[in-house]
């Protein structure tokens, strides 16, 4: 799984430095191994400039600050936008180029395989003889069953009451997700205000912020993240 993982990571971030102008970390060294002892295996990236922002953080920021930024993230967000394939899967790198020739694999899917959980004939189901999926509607929906089956296998030991409630929130979560974050909202808002200007002055359309302005409604980044996260579900 590392090794895929490492791949992964490998192929886009030389996709993004050939096809973008955004910075990002170059791999210095790697190596793996199935070996248990101590940095047997490891990853080592260019260091690059920078603290994480939390929530205090954004608070504090001034108005000129946030423009800064959010101009900083817009421009970033919009040349992700423009690497477009026509398939759903792993990236991978070949001598003609990129392209998606692989199922998803995922730290997720990973851990339901250790489970004895065996995700990968759900996939099945919905690849069929293909390697990759061409329908969003049919990704979601392996992800929902994914989601069912680790509820559904976990062997772990909870209490009736516990486990009602866990069912309970993989229920509503296939209609919504209640929404729980107003503050972001108000800074993602002057965000979209600057993506729109810039998609508008560089490539002359608003796709992507016309798609998240569709995305915030209803939690729908939260709901996002739960599909990709199944643990995030309740």
């Not at 108005?63 to 394939?85: K, P, V």
């Not at 296998?153 to 866990?166: A, H, K, L, T, V």
């Not at 359309?205 to 016309?210: C, D, G, S, Y």
Request: proline share 3%.
């Amino acid at each position: 799984m590392f090794q895929t993982l490492i791949d992964r990571a490998g192929d886009r971030w030389v996709l993004i430095a050939k096809k973008t102008t955004i910075p990002i970390p170059k791999i210095h060294a790697y190596a793996l191994s199935d070996d248990t002892r101590p940095l047997s295996s490891f990853l080592i990236l260019q260091y690059i400039e920078g603290r994480k922002l939390t929530h205090t953080d954004l608070r504090g920021l001034s108005d000129e600050q946030c423009t800064r930024l959010h101009t900083s993230l817009a421009g970033i967000y919009a040349q992700l936008r423009r690497l477009e394939f026509p398939s759903i899967g792993y990236l991978t790198r070949r001598s003609d180029g990129f392209k998606v020739c692989k199922r998803t694999v995922s730290i997720d899917l990973n851990m339901q395989e250790l489970e004895g959980l065996a995700p990968r004939c759900i996939q099945s189901r919905y690849y069929g003889s293909g390697s990759t999926l061409t329908s969003a509607t049919e990704y979601v929906a392996i992800l929902l069953k994914i989601a069912d089956n680790t509820f559904t296998g976990d062997r772990s030991p909870i209490s009736q009451e516990e486990g009602e409630d866990q069912l309970y929130h993989l229920h509503i979560f296939r209609q919504y997700a209640i929404p729980q974050y107003k503050n972001f909202l108000t800074h993602f808002d002057k965000f979209l205000a600057v993506l729109r200007v810039i998609k508008q002055e560089q490539y002359g359309n608003e796709i992507l912020t016309k798609e998240w302005e569709i995305g915030k409604q209803k939690s729908g980044f939260m709901v996002a993240n739960a599909l990709e996260n199944w643990t995030a579900i309740d």
